[in-house]
Nanobody
Framework: QVQLVESGGGLVQAGGSLRLSCAGS????????MGWFRQAPGKEREFVAA????????YYADSVKGRFTISRDNAKNTVFLQMSSLKPEDTADYYC????????????????????WGQGTQVTVAS
């Protein structure tokens, strides 16, 4: 099982930037499709971005497209979410998730597609 630890959250002014990191442990990290999700208070967890384990495929929610960039460094077992032009509505707890994919370079966009989750990191965007 892959253990995941997010970092990089914090308080930022609207229009600012943050870079979230998710460090994975376990020798199978590099065979895992990775995703970022977020959950605002009182709302359901929602998809933000996903990347396949070879980084050949990425996908974004419409709400973050053009502002957020997902990337990964498999040598360091880390996935990143670069967030720019942040808006108050981006305020949420951000979670990374992993799903092992031994035989394909797929990515996944649904909460139920993932079986490993980090503990989350809080992002607050002040207006």
């Amino acid at each position: 099982q892959v253990q995941l630890v997010e970092s990089g959250g914090g308080l930022v002014q609207a229009g600012g930037s943050l870079r979230l990191s998710c460090a994975g442990s376990g020798r199978t990290f590099t065979r895992s499709a990775m995703g970022w999700f977020r959950q605002a208070p009182g709302k359901e967890r929602e998809f933000v971005a996903a990347i396949s384990w070879l980084s050949t495929r990425t996908y974004y929610a419409d709400s973050v497209k053009g502002r957020f960039t997902i990337s990964r460094d498999n040598a360091k077992n880390t996935v990143f979410l670069q967030m720019s032009s942040l808006k108050p509505e981006d305020t949420a707890d951000y979670y990374c998730a992993a799903r092992q994919e031994l035989y394909s370079d797929a990515l996944f966009v649904k909460v139920r597609d993932y079986d490993n989750w980090g503990q989350g990191t809080q992002v607050t965007v002040a207006s």
